[in-house]
């Protein structure tokens, strides 16, 4: 499913009033219509109901579905409006005269909100920059404060479709009906968070419009199940792909334990673990179906600037499909000679995680110019600390745009990013970007990242990288998920998610998203015949 931003949902109404010919009042029935019967089958206790309405196209949508209400499902509707007939846009000064007609009341002032079941907001709509000004700054005080459940229409007013900063107030929603695709604030945090759960309502906004200009996807577990590699009968382990995880340091070898224990359980037909030679006594006795490699070290426990030379010109280097580098490596200066040497040598697919990304960016200018050369694009997978090194970016700006951040590095790059924050983001050097939204706060642990290093390792050394990341990072998110699940969220640690990788990839190869409604934040596409 797409996702979009104002500016690309503003063009998509346009083209579909100007060139197909959909009046735009027909767009506003359809979305009344959508808002109407998510009330009558969500909340169908509610009888008295308030809309607060703005003045442009999405007042217009909440005061339309107020008339539906009350004439198709006898709820008795009074509409906040505070404006003359003379003040409101086209569209909406037509629904206001419309639902005049038919009995709809309409109030200049607030009335008591403890009087109403139910509010549906249609303040701002998918247009409105932050923040909230003038009247309305109170009115969405009291709206939150009234303890009423609250439906909004298209977007909670106040947030930005483009983002996920919140500047207060902003309306507190327990559902929001969107309309054609859902926009970024419904899906980046912490304005997700405001959204409740989130419906997508069809408006007759044609599919052909946006399948191939939107760049932007949320990611379906419908859609990744297909990803799931399909084993040959005659298939053998170096076939099921070889990866090769370098990292460690002195108390930082469980990262290149639980890398390597993830990617055996993600599918790798071999795995080989590489630490400085005086580590390896301990991955010898933590591993038991992964290979150990002891490898040169600068001093005690840190791994040689120049243990390229010892890989590149071994016989094994020809075997392995895919790397891992920097899992607890640490953060110095033959790190990054030994980074700039993988980077410009390693000529399979790789993934850059933890130091390395650290590593990468102590080199600045010269480590970007390092990715832009390579052949096969690096995957990099910083969290939001290690974005702000590679960026130069505040950590606000990060979390708040997280999908554009993620993109313009990996396209002016030439590189993946897995963007890792309460979403994560995989962006392509093609500019394209897809965005999970699965996973639980219980992965908020040390290691989780690890785990999601060698799952995306051991896959993308069997399959397309974009592929491997999509199916990897759900398959990462779902496993936490279960693991939670198992026990308790502050109680899960990442190694749980390893064993519950298996688990993972049954459950998305049997999903259905009808069972899955109640997890889900998202009331997925599937579902809008229910409706």
Same mark, same amino acid.
């Not at 083209?15 to 027909?26: A, F, K, M, Q, Y």
């Not at 010269?366 to 939001?384: D, F, Q, S, Y």
């Not at 979390?399 to 993946?416: L, T």
């Not at 999970?436 to 069997?462: C, E, F, H, Y």
């Given at each position: 499913?797409?996702?979009?931003?104002?500016?690309?949902?503003?063009?998509?109404?346009?083209?579909?009033?100007?060139? &197909?010919?959909?009046?735009?009042?027909?767009?506003?029935?359809?979305?009344?219509?959508?808002?109407?019967?998510?009330?009558?089958?969500?909340?169908?206790?509610?009888?008295?109901?308030?809309?607060?309405?703005?003045?442009?196209?999405?007042?217009?949508?909440?005061?339309?579905?107020?008339?539906?209400?009350?004439?198709?499902?006898?709820?008795?509707?009074?509409?906040?409006?505070?404006?003359?007939?003379?003040?409101?846009?086209?569209?909406?000064?037509?629904?206001?005269?419309?639902?005049?007609?038919?009995?709809?009341?309409?109030?200049?002032?607030?009335?008591?909100?403890?009087?109403?079941?139910?509010?549906?907001?249609?303040?701002?709509?998918?247009?409105?920059?932050?923040?909230?000004?003038?009247?309305?700054?109170?009115? &969405?005080?009291?709206?939150?404060?009234?303890?009423?459940?609250?439906?909004?229409?298209?977007?909670?007013?106040?947030?930005?479709?483009?983002?996920?900063?919140?500047?207060?107030?902003?309306?507190?929603?327990?559902?929001?009906?969107?309309?054609?695709?859902?926009?970024?604030?419904?899906?980046?945090?912490?304005?997700?968070?405001?959204?409740?759960?989130?419906?997508?309502?069809?408006?007759?906004?044609?599919?052909?419009?946006?399948?191939?200009?939107?760049?932007?996807?949320?990611?379906?577990?419908?859609?990744?199940?297909?990803?799931?590699?399909?084993?040959?009968?005659?298939?053998?382990?170096?076939?099921?792909?070889?990866?090769?995880?370098?990292?460690?340091?002195?108390?930082?070898?469980?990262?290149? &334990?639980?890398?390597?224990?993830?990617?055996?359980?993600?599918?790798?037909?071999?795995?080989?673990?590489?630490?400085?030679?005086?580590?390896?006594?301990?991955?010898?006795?933590?591993?038991?179906?992964?290979?150990?490699?002891?490898?040169?070290?600068?001093?005690?426990?840190?791994?040689?600037?120049?243990?390229?030379?010892?890989?590149?010109?071994?016989?094994?280097?020809?075997?392995?499909?895919?790397?891992?580098?920097?899992?607890?490596?640490?953060?110095?200066?033959?790190?990054?000679?030994?980074?700039?040497?993988?980077?410009?040598?390693?000529?399979?697919?790789?993934?850059?995680?933890?130091?390395?990304?650290?590593?990468?960016?102590?080199?600045?200018?010269?480590?970007?110019?390092?990715?832009?050369?390579?052949?096969?694009?690096?995957?990099?997978?910083?969290?939001?600390?290690?974005?702000?090194?590679?960026?130069?970016?505040?950590?606000?700006?990060?979390?708040?745009?997280?999908?554009?951040?993620?993109?313009?590095?990996?396209?002016?790059?030439?590189?993946?990013?897995?963007?890792?924050?309460?979403?994560?983001?995989?962006?392509?050097?093609?500019?394209?970007?897809?965005?999970?939204?699965?996973?639980?706060?219980?992965?908020?642990?040390?290691?989780?990242?690890?785990?999601?290093?060698?799952?995306?390792?051991?896959? &993308?050394?069997?399959?397309?990288?974009?592929?491997?990341?999509?199916?990897?990072?759900?398959?990462?998110?779902?496993?936490?998920?279960?693991?939670?699940?198992?026990?308790?969220?502050?109680?899960?640690?990442?190694?749980?998610?390893?064993?519950?990788?298996?688990?993972?990839?049954?459950?998305?190869?049997?999903?259905?998203?009808?069972?899955?409604?109640?997890?889900?934040?998202?009331?997925?596409?599937?579902?809008?015949?229910?409706?």
């Amino acid at each position: 499913m797409k996702l979009v931003r104002a500016q690309q949902m503003q063009e998509l109404d346009r083209r579909t009033i100007e060139d &197909i010919g959909i009046p735009s009042l027909v767009l506003m029935e359809n979305a009344a219509r959508g808002v109407a019967n998510a009330v009558i089958r969500f909340y169908p206790e509610a009888k008295k109901i308030l809309v607060v309405a703005g003045k442009g196209n999405n007042g217009g949508d909440g005061i339309a579905a107020g008339r539906i209400l009350k004439i198709r499902n006898k709820r008795d509707v009074t509409v906040f409006l505070p404006y003359g007939g003379d003040e409101l846009k086209d569209d909406c000064r037509v629904q206001y005269e419309i639902a005049q007609k038919v009995g709809v009341k309409f109030v200049r002032e607030l009335p008591p909100l403890e009087e109403f079941d139910l509010i549906i907001d249609a303040i701002f709509g998918t247009g409105f920059k932050p923040p909230v000004k003038g009247r309305w700054v109170e009115v &969405i005080k009291k709206i939150n404060a009234s303890g009423k459940p609250v439906v909004a229409v298209d977007i909670p007013s106040g947030i930005s479709s483009d983002s996920g900063e919140v500047i207060e107030p902003v309306v507190r929603a327990e559902m929001t009906i969107t309309f054609a695709l859902p926009k970024y604030g419904h899906v980046l945090y912490p304005a997700s968070a405001y959204c409740g759960k989130v419906l997508i309502r069809d408006i007759s906004i044609p599919v052909h419009l946006w399948e191939e200009e939107l760049k932007t996807e949320l990611i379906e577990l419908q859609e990744v199940k297909k990803l799931i590699p399909q084993r040959s009968p005659y298939t053998y382990k170096n076939r099921e792909g070889h990866v090769l995880i370098i990292g460690g340091s002195p108390g930082f070898t469980g990262a290149v &334990i639980m890398a390597s224990k993830a990617a055996t359980e993600a599918g790798a037909g071999l795995v080989t673990a590489g630490v400085a030679e005086s580590l390896n006594p301990v991955l010898e006795n933590a591993l038991i179906e992964e290979m150990t490699k002891p490898l040169p070290e600068a001093e005690r426990g840190y791994l040689h600037p120049l243990l390229g030379d010892f890989i590149f010109e071994s016989e094994d280097y020809k075997r392995y499909t895919s790397l891992v580098l920097g899992s607890g490596m640490g953060r110095y200066k033959g790190g990054q000679e030994l980074v700039e040497d993988f980077l410009t040598r390693w000529e399979k697919p790789l993934v850059v995680d933890a130091d390395g990304i650290n590593n990468l960016a102590d080199m600045g200018a010269k480590g970007k110019e390092l990715l832009r050369k390579r052949e096969i694009p690096a995957v990099l997978t910083p969290h939001v600390g290690e974005m702000q090194r590679l960026t130069g970016l505040y950590r606000e700006e990060i979390i708040h745009n997280q999908i554009e951040v993620a993109r313009n590095f990996a396209v002016e790059n030439n590189c993946y990013i897995v963007l890792k924050a309460a979403r994560t983001v995989i962006a392509t050097p093609e500019g394209e970007a897809f965005v999970n939204v699965r996973g639980t706060p219980a992965m908020a642990k040390g290691g989780v990242g690890d785990v999601l290093s060698g799952i995306l390792g051991a896959l &993308i050394g069997k399959m397309p990288i974009k592929e491997a990341l999509i199916l990897g990072v759900s398959l990462h998110a779902v496993a936490g998920e279960l693991a939670e699940k198992e026990k308790f969220t502050e109680s899960v640690r990442a190694t749980d998610l390893i064993r519950n990788i298996a688990s993972a990839y049954r459950f998305i190869k049997e999903y259905n998203p009808k069972e899955d409604l109640k997890r889900n934040y998202f009331f997925l596409r599937e579902m809008l015949s229910l409706v």
